[in-house]
Nanobody
Framework: QAQLVESGGGLVQPGGSLRLSCAAS????????IGWFREVPGKEREGVSC????????SYVDSVKGRFTISRDNAKNTVYLQMNGLKPEDTAVYYC???????????????????WGQGTQVTVSS
């Protein structure tokens, strides 16, 4: 059964760093583009970053550009999200998902993603 499991969240002070992991089981993650999203109660799920499969190209939402870095290790069947310079407004539950509409990331429409994980909580607070 195809499954994604996120980990690495936690409580961090403003300016701190975390590295989130998205581990796949039941399928080879390397064949797919993978996106990271985040969600705050009462707000819509927001796309954060995506990494394509064919050329490893990446995309980021403006609010995280220069602070977050997405990467993949196909040998470990895992995608990472390195988050530096964290801000209180980054507080959210972070999810990863498989982009089902092609090999290259093209937007952050949740309906175009599948195999959502259970999420990992990131809290940025002093």
């Amino acid at each position: 059964q195809a499954q994604l499991v996120e980990s690495g969240g936690g409580l961090v002070q403003p300016g701190g760093s975390l590295r989130l992991s998205c581990a796949a089981s039941g399928f080879s993650l390397g064949y797919f583009a993978i996106g990271w999203f985040r969600e705050v109660p009462g707000k819509e799920r927001e796309g954060v970053s995506c990494i394509s499969t064919r050329d490893g190209s990446t995309s980021y939402v403006d609010s995280v550009k220069g602070r977050f870095t997405i990467s993949r290790d196909n040998a470990k069947n895992t995608v990472y999200l390195q988050m530096n310079g964290l801000k209180p407004e980054d507080t959210a539950v972070y999810y990863c998902a498989v982009y089902a509409a092609g090999y290259y990331c093209s937007g952050y429409v949740p309906a175009e993603y599948k195999y959502w994980g259970q999420g990992t909580q990131v809290t940025v607070s002093s």
